[in-house]
């Protein structure tokens, strides 16, 4: 499986962004794959945002964006979605989604970024106060 994400952009605090993740491969294998969204602020490591099974049917957020953002998916479409409101200065990082197909992958164990194998070029989103 193949991801790129995109959606990324200067916004002002209290705005919204939404960011895109658009997987490709075969629609079998996609629908094994459960999608992380992690993000990275200059000088600090990279860290869990969210995380969705493919089915749609569980997920997971970081206590530091519950309430404000919401990961959803479109499988006719192939793309995982991370709808970002109420943004924050310290939501500025470059945000990546992952992919992961490794059996030892659980909704609670999604922050751990070594079950993620694919990983896609990362959006630059930037909240200013």
């Known amino acids: 499986v193949q991801l790129q994400a995109y959606g990324g952009g200067l916004v002002q605090a209290g705005g919204s962004l939404t960011l895109f993740c658009a997987a490709s491969?075969?629609?079998?294998?996609?629908?094994?794959?459960?999608i992380g969204w992690f993000r990275q602020a200059p000088g600090k490591e990279r860290e869990f945002v969210a995380a969705?099974?493919?089915?749609?049917?569980?997920?997971n957020y970081a206590e530091s964006v519950k309430g404000r953002f919401t990961i959803s998916r479109d499988g006719a479409k192939n793309t995982v979605y991370l709808q970002m409101n109420s943004l924050k200065p310290e939501d500025t990082a470059v945000y990546y989604c992952?992919?992961?197909?490794?059996?030892?992958?659980?909704?609670?164990?999604?922050?751990?970024?070594?079950?993620?194998?694919?990983w896609g070029e990362g959006t630059q989103v930037t909240v200013s106060s």
């Open positions: 491969g075969h629609s079998y294998a996609l629908s094994t794959y459960a």
């Open positions: 992952a992919a992961s197909g490794d059996n030892n992958w659980s909704i609670r164990r999604a922050e751990k970024t070594d079950l993620y194998a694919t």
């Open positions: 969705i099974t493919w089915s749609g049917s569980m997920k």
